[in-house]
């Protein structure tokens, strides 16, 4: 019973873990076309945002929810006015200019930050579970992915920029001819991508910690969840990160992290045999 | 096929290549012959995925793995059996069959050619993280430990077949050259079959070569083999010239290396790939002596201009430079009086 429960909160929390890692990718992604493969430096900058901020006496809350995103949002935003703007409709293209990318920030957090950077400790101590006890900051990621899950639904579903980011996705040439300004709908998509990827970044950095490579450990999971989650940036992520979480968590406890790692990877190509366009290309067709 | 084997450009390519490798430890230092051995193997890496990706149109962007997955097997099966001629088999049959696994369930399940892309690299950055655990003495096979991010130390040398004798410095340049010139060679001739103009034309229209009757599949599924015995021989002679393997060929830093040197050289040529390898190596081997300079850094911006100034790459843009002046000096010449 105990032990149930304590599976239950492990698998749970890796759910989670893997829908934050990747929904800013698919945001970027399913309403714009364009696969960034500098989305694992987007979390690495959003961890050593955080870290330095709170270093240096920023709130530890503030410093997650506010200086993270806004910094690696700005960061999104240049990028794409000065890179991914040029190469819209080149989807190939756009892969090999934000891998260049990736491959830059690496090398730039590499002379700059180093590898010697001083973590944060996890708040929240240990939650006993019966005989058992868990790190309490394990329920805190859990609750800020359902948080992030609902509030980029909230705002996709029920907002006017939702409605014109929708339709943008849905049709850009007729938008723009309805007078939606579609660049900067771009602009604003690329933007809040990035702003979730810092959130991330600051939300597993005390766990994970920081260094300058910390995103190519991400970024064979995000890719692989946003494409077994198919077309639907949210839904699609939110079905395909319970999946493959409980998969990797369940063969994760019977062997190592590694294997787990391995039975993700397995399973989302054989899923890919038989649902070529992700989940949401054969089921829930249209979701958000 | 038969007509190609005739053709001057091919016969021109061929001669050339035996020249300049005879010719070359001629008169070159021992060092630069050692390196030059290894930008061959590395050239011959960079033809296979010319091959996948700018033939094929097939976004092999885990080629890696296939070159690791060689050097690993032939690492193994050198140290187990004493020898390189199983150790080139095991470097050539493993990353096939690991190619077979994937391209059955990427081509037969018809996956879009970006999420290819993604998989594939996803399958070498896993093999990275799976080998890298692989440290202590718990992991061996027969003999050879796999060493874990240690990687496999002294690794057997190539040596002559039925003859003990190990290579020298100057048979291993003979060796790795002559690897990459057969490859280019034999891949010119593959383009030239039928094999070749079907997988061509599947690149340039998949619904077209459909309709007139081809498997699409089988023929993706061919080509992507080829690739990956390609990328196996050359992953072998690699950890036989610097006796060592290392998990680090399955890192996403070695792929994107790989990426750019085809991206660089030209897409859908052959020889632009050897180009672009050649020109890469040594360009990050001369940075590489300024202080400070970060070879990420230096990737990342050779990566971006690539795609941003030179998306044709090197050899296609010269080609049709050069067109166009030979065009504007007809264009400009007297003008031949009408018959």
Redesign the interface.
Known sequence: MDAGALILVHVLYAVASLFLIAVGLAIVFGMMGV?NFAHGEFLMIGGFAFVLAVHAGVDFWLAMFVVAPLTVALIGVVIERL?IR??YGR???T???T??????????A??TLGYFQEGVAPPFGAVRIGAYQTGGYNFFVIAVAAAVLAGLYALLRYTRFGLIARGTMQNPAMAAALGTNVRAVYSVTFGIGAAVSGLAGAVLAPIAGVVPVIG?TY??EA??TV?VGGASPLAGTALAAALLGTINQATTFVS?A?LG??AL?LA???L???L??GITGRFLRGSV | MRRELRAPGFLAAAGLGLVLIAALPQWAEVYTIFNLSVYAVLATLALSLGLVWGMGGLLGFGQSAFFGLGGYAYAIAAINFAGSGPGLLAAIVLPVLAAAVIGYFAFFGRISDVYFAVISLTVSLILYNLINTTSGAAYRIGQAPLGGYNGIPSVPPLNLPFAGTPLSFEGTFYAAAGLLLAVYLALRLLMRSRFGRVVVSVRESETRAELLGYDVRLYKLGVFLIGAAVAGAAGAFYAAWGAFIGPDVFSIGFAAQIIVWVLLGGLGTLIGPVIGCFVVQALTAWLGEFEGSNPNIVLGVLFLAAVMLLPKGIVPTLRSATGRLMRARAAAGPREPAA
């Open positions: 696969i890179v040029h190469l989807i190939v293209d892969v090999l200019a891998w260049g990318l990736s491959l830059l920030f690496i090398g730039i590499s002379e190519v970024i064979a890719f692989i494409i190592t590694v790692e391995v990877l989302a190509i054989v890919l045999r038989f070529p366009a």
